[in-house]
């Protein structure tokens, strides 16, 4: 461990620290500057050439800090600079110590015996308060309730070593007498002799004579509850607390989670709803509260996403806004914009643009207030990660310039790699008059095989009207294509294929007529199990018609999209109105009690399989991607394989 700065320290202390070894440099792991203070940006250097990461071709590491007697942890990436790897970190104010761990591939380096962890000091040069405490607990996991297991168990110290770095916490910060007691009493406990537990005991009894605060009071209730679990002593201790603060923070932590409790226990969709309001009206979201809450699973993230849900559902915009547009904590966004956003427009198809849009300006104008105020890596992952669907429902509004922001924001992450989200994109350059970037787009999103069905038409129009003819287009379509993804996609197909007995089935077709899967004994089948209510089915079906299209004239290989786990008896009709409606030219057979499809091992849907010539089982995929291109290709693969055999 390194040590930095403690002028107070008498003689023999800091003789100690030196000979413990808290002085010593650790040679893999610098800061710089070498004597940080609270709020400034430091460089941490991580040198991996003698570690288990010294052959490591991306580094991060988990950064825990123990500051206001709290644990936090933040993930940090590492760069490459010569042979060290270097990254940045601003420490927050109060931060007293650090911990890294070293991670790359599933390897992670925690330093040994030495750790990698670093005591911080202030701007006199004196040691952050709680930054000898925190040294103390985080090599004593097992015996303190609530330290990240960060360190490694070589690092492990003894009961007598914990209480010695509290001593010295409380040597150079008496005011912390309260807020060492509970890993104080957690050592005590652990080595259970008459002498520690005497020695608890009259501490426990001495300070409750002196607390005047709320929180000392609260430290002595937490040793007699989940330290000595005195239930008697417990309930001193609390009623105390709520004679004396009636309107303090222990107070209103139970009231909260008793309120909570509300809408857990509610029985209907308007009592839950009702409740979830209640809850957050009464008890506003605070960061510092947020430890209690996990510990008793209050979670502000379910309050909101029940409120989201009932009140779009409801088409009560009014009391949308009135919610998200201030919720917290960010995370909860997450949640809303899926149910909410997602599922409604996606999945379900429940709205329309137009119906959607108002609900997510509200949910807009929430991201962009923590875009411009909490910056970091879990943010960014909310921000991006949904970028794409705030684009598609822009883009569907014709707000094309605004939809532009986000679809940019999606392919900075994306790299034209999500079929769905390029659709979106070129639909917005198409609406913008970019054509430029719009057959760059097209041919890029093709070249990585992430197209959709309209990009594909879109690109046939805009050659034809370049040419003045549709010859050499498919030439043209030809050289896009990426080597490197076509091998993928060869060594994907090679990895997937089996070889498996398939049970025979004859099932109704939409027509009426009587199909028998031992009929086609000597062809290639394949199968596609989908369902009326199975948004990510029906959108594979484009990729499919693709397929279907290119093995039109070839008898030996036959399509079957059966039906199934359907919520309604008789789909005959919904069926033929369907499949006419979007020109799908497809024999659908009627798997109405689903038994086909359990026989067939069938389970989540869609699920494609393609049977071979001999009757056998030799491709079987769960899912849909979103790329209309790929899904044809690897079908089209999958049966060029099959034909290579015979």
Known sequence: MKHIVMKTISGIFWTFLFSSGAMAQQKNFTVLPKFPKEQDTVQLIYDARTTVLKDAKVVSAQLTGFGDFKWTQTDL?????????????????????????????????????????????????????????????????????????????????????????????????????????????????????????????????????????????????????????????????????????????????????????????????????????????????????????????????????????????????????????????????????????????????????????????????????????????????????????????????????????????????????????????????QGQGKMNELLRALEMSYSLNQSSTYMLELMKTMYIKAHNSEKGFEQYLAKLKNVDKGKELKEKVQQLMINKDFPDFQLFDQYGKKTRLGDQKGKIVILDFWASWCAPCKGAFPGMKLAVEHFKNDPNVVFYFVNTQERHADMKDYVNHYMKDNGYPFQVLLDVDSQVSKKSGVGPIPHKMVIGPNGKLRFSEVGYMGSTSELADEIIEMVNVLKSEK
């Not at 309730?145 to 914990?162: F, H, M, R, W």
């Not at 989670?257 to 009592?271: M, R, S, V, W, Y």
């Open 77 to 429: 990436r590492f760069t490459k600079n010569d042979s060290v790897w270097i990254s940045q970190f601003v420490l927050p104010k109060n931060l007293g110590l650090i911990n890294l761990v070293f991670r790359s591939d599933g390897i992670t380096d925690k330093g040994g015996d030495d750790t990698y962890t670093y005591m911080l000091s202030d701007n006199d040069g004196k040691q952050i308060s709680g930054s000898m405490l925190g040294w103390g607990m985080l090599r004593a996991p097992k015996i303190v309730q609530g330290v990240p297991y960060v360190v490694d168990t070589v690092a492990y110290k003894s009961d007598e070593i914990l209480l010695m770095w509290i001593k010295y916490e409380l040597q150079y910060h008496p005011e912390n007498r309260f807020r060492v007691l509970f890993a104080a009493a957690s050592a005590l406990k652990h080595m259970n002799t008459a002498a520690s537990l005497s020695k608890l005991h009259n501490e426990l009894n001495a300070l409750e004579q002196i607390a005047i605060r709320e929180e000392d009071l609260v430290e002595i209730y937490r040793v007699y509850k989940d330290i000595l679990m005195d239930t008697s002593k417990t309930e001193v201790i609390e009623k105390k607390i709520i004679a004396q603060f009636p309107d303090g923070q222990y107070v209103n932590d139970q009231q909260r989670l008793a309120d909570f409790k509300l809408i857990q226990q509610a029985k209907t969709d308007a009592e839950r709803e009702k409740a979830a309001m209640y809850f957050v009206d009464k008890h506003p979201y605070r960061e510092s509260e947020a430890a209690f809450n996990e510990a008793n699973r209050i979670s502000y993230i379910s309050a909101y996403w029940i409120i989201s849900v009932y009140t779009s559902m409801q088409k009560d915009l009014a009391n949308y806004k009135k919610y998200i547009s201030t919720i917290a904590p960010y995370e909860a966004l997450s949640n809303v914009i899926y149910r909410s956003l997602d599922v409604p427009y996606i999945a379900q198809k429940s709205m329309s643009p137009a119906e959607i849009l108002p609900y997510l300006r509200v949910v807009l104008d929430r991201v962009n207030y923590y875009k411009d105020n909490f910056q970091g890596d879990q943010y960014a992952t909310l921000y991006y990660s949904n970028a794409p669907l705030f684009a598609k429902i822009l883009v569907d509004n014709q707000l094309y310039d605004e939809a532009f922001v986000y679809a940019s924001a999606g392919q900075s992450t994306a790299s034209y790699q999500n079929a769905n989200l390029n659709d979106t994109y070129v639909r917005i350059l």
